[in-house]
């Protein structure tokens, strides 16, 4: 069965999470790379980009193209980007794709948290 896309956001100081639901395809391009693209926010007043991936059911070739899509324009931008909630799965996926290179992986999203307090030192 089909699981729609949609995402919630929530701010921290210097940065956003992005809490990703449902399929993530190359139809979650408008809702997850619109409000980015050509934004003077990103790398400014949003230095950190936060992906909770844990809802997420499903990602093909097109939303994992989305992910480093969004993943390179924070880097351009001067925005780090983390994710927390990969399946071993998709980290395997992740990393054979060279995502990796552009989002940082780890448990879950204290471990962000504290890791973005640390570079902000």
């Known amino acids: 069965m089909e699981q729609p896309f949609s995402l919630e956001t929530k701010q921290f100081p ?7 639901y449902g399929e993530l395809t190359r139809s979650a ?3 997850l790379i619109g409000d ?6 990103l790398g400014s007043s949003i230095r950190f980009l936060a992906l909770d991936i844990s809802q997420v059911a499903y990602i093909n070739s097109g939303g994992m193209a989305l992910l480093i899509r969004l993943a390179r324009m924070g880097r351009k931008a001067g925005a780090h980007t983390f994710a927390w909630g990969v399946t071993p799965h998709y980290e395997k996926l992740f990393r054979m794709v060279g995502l990796t290179e552009y989002l940082m992986l780890y448990p879950n999203e204290f471990a962000v948290l504290e890791r973005i307090d640390a570079l902000e030192l």
């Open 14 to 20: 210097h940065g956003l999470v992005l809490k990703l």
């Open 29 to 31: 391009e408008k809702e």
């Open 36 to 41: 980015f693209a050509g934004s003077s926010d």
